[in-house]
């Protein structure tokens, strides 16, 4: 069971924009920051937001993130096909001392 | 840019030690701006943190794992290491070694961190 609570699944049509929700507590998402990852299946996972809502070059503006208390979501724009895909999130713990993960969105463009 | 390659056996047998090497380009290990991480994925599972090593050579291990886990780190060779002991089939997954920004004070004030580079990753099954 992951520290970070994502839905499993999420989906839309080509143009569309999604949201993907991840839930933690204080000792994390709560007091530092959060950031998300794309992974297309058998791949790496590839850093696409981080520090909340920054992009790293190269992500386009389509992806964006946000941090509200004990919470982050992640919105893409302009659904594109290319954006199936597994998104994680991930915030620092302090309990940890170290990352804790969400357990994975797989988002699928109808 | 940077790259990292993991290269380790594929196959362990239970009860015997896991042995990964993460070999690093494009950087120094020694670069003080960041942590040299190992995660893994179990097939069709979420991502786990295994540890990190500094390259003074100071670590830090999941809870989880702590009493099996071994990280090292060989700057000559630009490379770190991870070694895990009393494997069974649950250590079955895929693993990554990954590059990891040492936590900084963003210009929001926040504890801000990521992986930014990821290698491959490799399979490592746990079988008899």
């Known amino acids: 069971q992951s520290v970070l609570t994502q839905p499993p699944s999420a989906s839309g049509t080509p143009g569309q924009r999604v949201t993907i929700s991840c839930s933690g507590s204080?000792?994390?998402?709560?007091?530092?920051?959060v950031n998300w990852y794309q992974q297309v299946p058998e791949t790496a996972p590839k850093l696409l937001i981080y520090s909340n809502d920054q992009r790293p070059s190269g992500v386009p503006d389509r992806f964006s993130g946000s941090r509200s208390g004990t919470s982050a979501s992640l919105a893409i724009s302009g659904l594109q096909s290319e954006d199936e895909a597994d998104y994680y999130c991930?915030?620092?713990?302090?309990?940890?001392?170290?990352?804790?993960f969400g357990g994975g969105t797989k988002l699928t463009v109808l | 840019q940077v790259q990292l390659q993991e290269s380790g056996p594929g196959l362990v047998k239970p009860s015997q030690t896991l042995s990964l090497t993460c070999t690093v380009s494009g950087d120094s290990i020694s670069n003080s701006r960041y942590y040299w991480s190992w995660v893994r994925q179990p097939a069709g599972k979420g991502l786990e943190w295994i540890g990190r090593?500094?390259?003074?050579?100071?670590?830090h291990s999941n809870p989880s794992l702590k009493s099996r886990l071994t990280i090292s780190v060989d700057t000559s060779k630009n490379q770190f290491s991870l070694k895990l002991t009393s494997v069974t089939a649950a250590d079955t997954a895929v693993y990554y070694c990954a590059r990891q920004r040492a936590p900084y004070y963003d210009s929001s004030g926040f504890w801000a961190w990521y992986f930014d580079s990821w290698g491959q990753g490799t399979l490592v099954t746990v079988s008899s």
């Open positions: 991930a915030a620092w713990d302090d309990s940890l001392n170290g990352p804790v």
């Open positions: 090593i500094f390259s003074t050579g100071r670590t």
């Open positions: 204080g000792s994390n998402i709560g007091s530092n920051t």
